[in-house]
């Protein structure tokens, strides 16, 4: 058995030491809003945060979870407040979505690291994740958006 901290939540799962984090998620604790895109951490979509870093579940073996603290979109918030979310929705980010939640899970940690980040930070902190729909520009303006939503306030 595998003991894991998800979204502030204790799970034990019977699963090899070897396979995804990604796939205890969405298939042994049904938290589907993580996305497969490539499996090769190329694409972002799995992204994830282990103990507060941003990593690709894909390739994350469920035994470097173990006994950590995973956050999943899911846990990002219950309620849809977290300035991040606000921002993707009032910039109209999403157009297909599958990307997103990678988006928002790699932004989190910028704005956890930089809060006020320039446009060049987030072009880096952003780059690994791909968006098929290309939603770029407005995802650089929601993360200034956030940015700004914390500084008045919002929870980070």
């Avoid at 699963?15 to 490539?38: E, H, I, N, Y």
């Avoid at 006994?67 to 297909?96: F, K, M, Y």
């Avoid at 980040?117 to 929601?142: F, H, Q, W």
Wanted: glycine share 8%; hydrophobic share 35%; aromatic share 4%.
């Amino acid at each position: 058995m595998i003991k894991l901290q998800v979204n502030s939540k204790s799970y034990s799962v019977e699963a090899s030491p070897q396979m995804p984090l990604l796939w205890v998620l969405r298939d042994m604790l049904g938290l589907t809003g993580t996305k497969f895109g490539c499996g090769m951490a190329q694409c972002g979509a799995c992204t994830v945060h282990l103990n507060g870093e941003a990593v690709r579940s894909c390739v994350t073996p469920v035994a470097r979870a173990a006994n950590q603290q995973v956050t999943t979109i899911e846990g990002l918030s219950t309620d849809l407040s977290h300035p991040l979310q606000r921002a993707w929705l009032e910039e109209d980010v999403l157009q297909c979505g599958y990307c997103q939640s990678g988006q928002l899970m790699s932004a989190a940690v910028l704005l956890r690291e930089k809060p006020d980040p320039t446009d060049e930070d987030i072009d880096l902190a952003m780059s690994g994740n791909i968006c098929r729909c290309g939603t770029y520009p407005r995802v650089r303006k929601a993360i200034h958006r956030a940015a700004q939503l914390q500084k008045e306030g919002g929870k980070p």
